[in-house]
């Protein structure tokens, strides 16, 4: 899968050459050899060549595993749209989510490169403590090295309570309640024979299968509270009660959560910007460093970085000194890792369909896998681009260089005839 044909120079040079000079191969920890080509600009196409074929063929395998998240996807909206309460396992449908998952399983273990798996998180950056989890890594940031992380404040989740106790009574008073977050839309309609369980149950079910990432429930002093289930003061959402006060202060009129708050700390002993859960590094030699604190009270944290990504060295034609190449792991029990659901599954590779709960649970991790997928994937077809860009630039050079060396010989030839002429001419 070689971009650059059109563009070659002599097609019997190889994409991996073992050089002893300068420009030598460089040896990857996974066994992938890349050309470092400080000074030859074909060693960087080489490089460009080589990182290209192996991101377009992990965008293209991840593309199958998001093909069978939307078969499933498909298969269990259908279903719930049908209205049909599941109340016992659907052998027929869980079929179908276990065939795909097993397909997903087969993608990610025959998906690889030179006898090197991708997606297996073989070639991703690895790093955790007790309470943390790295997320990202700094380009060049090498293997084993040890990071302090402290943690000051928790982070914390937007919510919106209502202003009037939930009773039966109080329910059956209101019409309708809408709740509105990124986009998407639930409008609930208040039957005549509503109770507070069946408000909040019914509530939820709408909430997840319209694809918005709220939490019903009652709080301690009986008021409805709508919680979202990602920290932080970035999530924003609202809702309004038609003729009541259990979810609006006024009647018809909008109400907006309170929004939560990031967590703050260090790293290293320097602090960071924070979103949600997540500590980010924007500055200094940890520059691209974000660090999830998965710990359930504030602390202090050491963790160790490893690394196993890929290098990919293009001399003067990159920013940088590399370029790396991580992909993730995913496998099915990889995906939509903690998502909060009513079901209790742990990741993508536990939905089932054994009820009606269990169906929307697994509707929603199924779109949080593609959401996370969707992510992996732009990151990595940027990645093609920029080694695109870095083999082209290279190209523009090895082919001015040519027409140089072309020119330069053209002008020797005509000068040497040129001499032959004149001498020719003097000993006539």
């Not at 030859?40 to 080489?46: L, R, W, Y």
């Not at 939930?166 to 309708?176: F, G, P």
């Not at 991580?326 to 990889?334: C, G, K, L, Q, T």
Request: hydrophobic share 40%.
């Amino acid at each position: 899968m070689k971009l650059f044909d059109s563009m070659k120079r002599s097609p019997q040079k190889s994409l991996v050459k073992e050089n002893l000079g300068l420009g030598a191969a460089l040896t990857t920890p996974t066994g992938l050899k890349f050309h470092r080509g400080l000074l030859n600009p074909e060693q960087v196409v080489d490089n460009g060549e080589m990182a290209v074929s192996l991101l377009q063929k992990a965008v293209l395998e991840i593309r199958k595993i998001e093909g069978c998240l939307q078969t499933i996807e498909k298969e269990v909206s259908v279903k719930l749209s049908e209205g049909a309460q599941l109340l016992s396992a659907d052998q027929k449908l869980d079929t179908v989510i276990q065939t795909q998952l097993a397909l997903i399983r087969h993608f990610v273990k025959d998906a690889a490169f030179r006898d090197r798996n991708m997606l297996n998180g073989g070639l991703g950056v690895q790093g955790a403590g007790k309470n943390t989890k790295v997320i990202t890594s700094p380009d060049g940031l090498p293997g084993g090295s040890r990071v302090q992380v402290e943690l000051q404040k928790m982070a914390s989740h937007s919510v919106l309570t209502g202003h009037q106790r939930l009773s039966s009574v109080q329910i059956r008073k209101e019409t309708q309640i809408t709740l509105s977050e990124n986009g998407n839309i639930v409008k609930y309609r208040i039957s005549p024979n509503e109770t507070v369980s069946s408000l909040i149950q019914g509530l939820q079910q709408k909430v997840i299968e319209n694809g918005l990432d709220l939490e019903i429930g009652v709080n301690a002093d009986g008021y409805l509270e709508v919680v979202h289930n990602q920290y932080g003061s970035s999530f924003v959402f609202s809702g309004r009660s038609q003729a009541t006060s259990i979810v609006s202060k006024r009647p018809d009129t909008l109400q907006f959560c309170q929004l939560g708050e990031n967590c703050a700390g260090t790293i290293n002993g320097d602090a960071v910007k924070s979103r949600g859960q997540l500590l980010l590094c924007e500055h200094g030699e940890l520059e691209g460093l974000a660090v999830l604190w998965e710990g359930e009270k504030p602390g202090t944290d050491e963790l160790m970085i490893s690394r196993n990504s890929i290098p990919v060295s293009g001399g003067s034609f990159l920013p940088q000194t590399n370029l790396w190449i991580s992909i993730r792991a995913m496998m099915p029990e990889d995906l939509a890792r903690g998502v909060k659901n009513h079901s209790g599954f742990g990741s993508l590779a536990d939905i089932c369909v054994q009820s009606q709960q269990a169906a929307y649970d697994s509707l929603h991790l199924i779109r949080v896998s593609m959401a996370e997928l969707e992510e992996c994937r732009s990151v990595l077809e940027n990645r093609i681009f920029q080694f695109q860009e870095m083999a082209m630039s290279a190209l523009m050079v090895t082919g001015f260089h040519d027409e140089i060396c072309q020119s330069s010989q053209t002008v020797s030839e005509s000068a040497s005839l040129m001499a032959k002429m004149l001498e020719e001419a003097l000993a006539a």
